[in-house]
């Protein structure tokens, strides 16, 4: 945070002086995930009450005190209650997530690579089919045993000027990023898919990152050498999940509570996944099925879904237990 300059400083200041109410940051009595948010908070010289919650001291009281909520909402949030500049948060990348930074027009065509499967970049697809993006979407195969799985990619990992080489990655002009939620951000922001405010954004981060934890549980069951004996306790995660995802959705037509943002991609995708691994998982949740069928009624995204270049599966790598085939 050294990288923050007198201006911003002044600018979170004011915010935070004018809040009415004391902020309150709450978690467990360690470092952990909430040090970023708190080292933020004293540089800034925020007034807030650091609530701590203790372990039980046995495995069934590990959790009694509280739940986890998702750290990685807070910091954007922080950033997004100061209003500030463009040009400033393109110098303090540290503020926040990189929805934050404005992506700079380019005529020049998208490149979008990463497998021959759906994976983490069909929800980057979905919102570039919506936005109707003239991108190349650069696919790469899997070899035929597994000593040659990853050789097409790794020809290239190394030379594509990548800071973090991985797939997917995104080519926009002399913009080159990895990490599928990363992507998604820069690319909602780029077409206007992003909230409209801090509620919704509050809505939209907190989402996006339980998503993310949910993500990595399907991928950890999948690719699972122990998948058939290990499926039934994922289903009954599942049925809570979507229980509690029904009911952050309630009555609103997307996730942000206003109108379609990237993170609705993210959703559509986790569900419809899910949904073909467990077909009755939205019997009964009302709400959900019709936000599938909204997602999937988007003129462009009913187009992209008929079309030759839409993948249906496979869903991941051929080396996966359920969904690489």
């Known amino acids: 945070v050294s990288c923050i300059d007198n201006k911003v400083l002044q600018i979170i200041n004011q915010k935070l002086e004018a809040l009415s109410m004391a902020m309150i940051h709450g978690y467990w009595n360690i470092r952990g995930y909430a040090q970023p948010i708190r080292l ?8 807030y009450e650091d609530k701590r919650y203790n372990y039980g001291s046995t495995p069934e009281t590990l959790r009694s005190e509280c739940t986890h909520s998702q750290s990685d909402y ?24 990189r929805n934050d930074y404005r992506a700079k027009p380019t005529n020049m065509v998208l490149i979008l690579g990463n497998w021959r499967i759906r994976g983490y970049a ?24 597994p000593d040659t799985w990853t ?13 973090f080489p991985n797939l997917p990655y995104l ?43 949910w993500r990595t549980q399907q991928s950890e069951l999948f690719y699972n050498s122990n998948f058939e004996s290990s499926k039934g306790a994922y ?41 073909l691994f467990y077909p009755e998982l939205l019997n009964g949740i009302d709400n959900l099925e019709n936000f599938q069928k909204r997602i999937e009624s988007l003129p462009n ?11 249906k599966f496979p869903l991941n790598g051929i080396m996966a237990e359920w969904g690489g085939k």
């Open 301 to 311: 995204i009913a187009d992209y879904i008929k079309s030759e270049k839409f993948i």
């Open 40 to 47: 933020l908070l004293a540089h800034a010289g925020a007034e």
């Open 122 to 145: 069909q929800p980057i697809r979905l919102l570039l089919a919506h936005a109707c993006a003239q991108y190349e979407d650069k696919r790469y195969d899997f070899g035929p045993t």
């Open 151 to 163: 050789t097409e990619w790794l020809k290239e990992k190394f030379n594509l000027g990548l800071d």
């Open 74 to 97: 807070f910091l954007p949030k922080l950033v997004l209650n100061t209003k500030t500049r463009d040009t400033i948060l393109d110098q303090l990348p540290i503020l926040g997530q």
């Open 235 to 275: 289903i009954e995660g599942l049925k809570g999940k979507v229980k509690s995802l029904s009911t952050f959705l309630g009555n609103n037509d997307f996730f942000s509570g206003g109108g379609l943002t990237y993170v609705d991609f993210l959703v559509y995708e986790w569900l419809d996944v899910n949904r």
């Open 171 to 213: 080519f926009d002009g002399d913009v080159k990023m990895t990490q599928s939620i990363a992507i998604l951000r820069y690319l909602g922001r780029k077409f206007k898919l992003v909230p409209s405010n801090e509620r919704e954004g509050a809505r939209v981060y907190m989402l996006e990152q339980e998503i993310l934890d």
